[in-house]
């Protein structure tokens, strides 16, 4: 899931002066300097190495700058900018954000050099993401109006089946994820070697870190739909995703056996809004919030309710593809939120979303996430449909 956020304890003192202000990191200071040393000496190419380690293993904001400098000054334009952007999304505000927003800013623009320092000081903005163009009315009218798509549980995820360039494939049903991810250690030759050097770099968020992957253009089909859609192509051990630029055209509804889609009406046409009734039939009206109902907001294309954990407020992730019974939530927010430890394990006394309240909820920490995650599991595996139009979650009890 894509929503990662830095943890400062401390100050780098051992750089430029203008790194007086970076966070500290949880690496082993020799092997942060190692990779420091190589980068003075310009040896770019140890030092990437040293630096993608470091930031991989210990979420390491200050590393996976250097690392895009190093990108950089080796004239990998692509990859230094995917670290740039993600930088500039995942940690903003930081001093390694600012300096990313300057190389998107001035890279945006003629003149823009390729060697820098690690020292350079720079103001800037960032620049926009891989971006799809919106669909057509013809993309549109092919999509189905309904989809019923089995799926089975297994280790607590939603597993369908879906077809990639021709490919079939087992694909986890993730809220969370905004983009589709195919694992190719697990199915390897689902795109050619020519389509994958064909394909954007992109740096992708996951548990625990970052990782490259390329974003190629592939037909996928999941039951009775089918679309063409940039999916991120990874080597690492992200399992395979089915994300929300596959499915966000719809609202849905899930029971012990199927998935259910409904089309939404096409953004600007001036059909009859509809809402989601028990069964995946559409009725004509309002939008109806009841006490086994929860309002979300959308971020990106991730749904977020608000979410009470020992009487703090925050904001939290519904995931289908959150597995555990309880919430997964960011180291950084463990003491904030009055966590607690016994023998069994961390838990949070009371956790309230919408009109449900449950009491000693499991917590555990997940990577450096940005947002509480919960799945199904929290509201007790109950059937229920998310409501797109109305932006609602509705929980049949």
Not at 182 to 193: A, K, W, Y
Not at 341 to 370: C, D, M
Request: proline letters at 6%; charged letters at 20%.
């Amino acid at each position: 899931m894509k929503f990662f956020k830095s943890i400062s304890v401390g100050l780098v003192i051992l750089f430029a002066p203008f790194f007086a202000g970076f966070p500290s990191f949880a690496a082993p200071a020799s092997e942060f300097q190692e990779a420091v040393a190589l980068f003075n000496k310009k040896q770019y190419e140890a030092a990437s190495g040293v630096f993608r380690r470091v930031a991989q293993k210990d979420r390491n904001i200050t590393a996976t700058y250097y690392l895009a400098l190093c990108h950089q000054n080796l004239k990998q334009e692509d990859k230094a900018g995917e670290l740039y952007r993600y930088i500039s999304k995942n940690y903003p505000g930081s001093p390694e954000a600012k300096l990313s927003d300057a190389y998107l800013t001035r890279n945006a623009t003629p003149g823009g050099g390729a060697g820098v320092t690690a020292s350079a000081a720079l103001v800037g903005a960032p620049s926009a993401h891989v971006r799809v163009d919106a669909l057509t009315d013809a993309d549109w009218a092919a999509l189905p109006q309904t989809s019923r798509i089995p799926f089975q549980m297994k280790n607590n995820a939603m597993y369908v089946k879906a077809k990639v360039n021709g490919r079939y494939i087992d694909i986890i049903f993730d809220t969370g994820a905004e983009k589709c991810v195919v694992n190719l250690r697990e199915n390897p030759g689902v795109v050619s070697d020519a389509e994958m050097e064909r394909g954007t770099t992109v740096v992708m968020s996951r548990p625990g870190g970052m990782d490259y992957a390329k974003m190629v253009p592939v037909e996928m089909s999941v039951h009775n739909i089918t679309r063409k859609i940039p999916v991120m192509m990874a080597k690492s051990d992200i399992p395979s995703l089915i994300g929300q630029n596959f499915f966000k055209e719809y609202s849905y509804e899930v029971d012990g056996f199927y998935l259910r889609l409904t089309k939404m009406p096409k953004p600007g046409s001036q059909t009859t809004v509809g809402t989601l009734s028990p069964g995946g039939k559409t009725s004509s009206g309002a939008a109806v919030k009841d006490r086994y109902s929860v309002l979300y907001e959308k971020l990106g294309d991730v749904l977020l309710v608000d979410i009470e954990v020992n009487g703090h407020m925050t904001k939290a992730c519904f995931d289908t593809g959150c597995g555990p019974d309880g919430i997964v939530m960011p180291p950084a927010l463990v003491s904030t939120l009055g966590i607690q430890e016994n023998s069994t394990g961390a838990f949070a006394e009371t956790v309230t979303v919408g009109p449900i309240t449950r009491k000693y909820v499991k917590a555990y920490r997940g990577g450096n996430l940005q947002f509480i995650l919960i799945g199904p599991k929290f509201f007790g595996d109950r059937r229920y449909i998310v409501d797109s139009v109305n932006k609602l979650i509705k929980f049949q009890y």
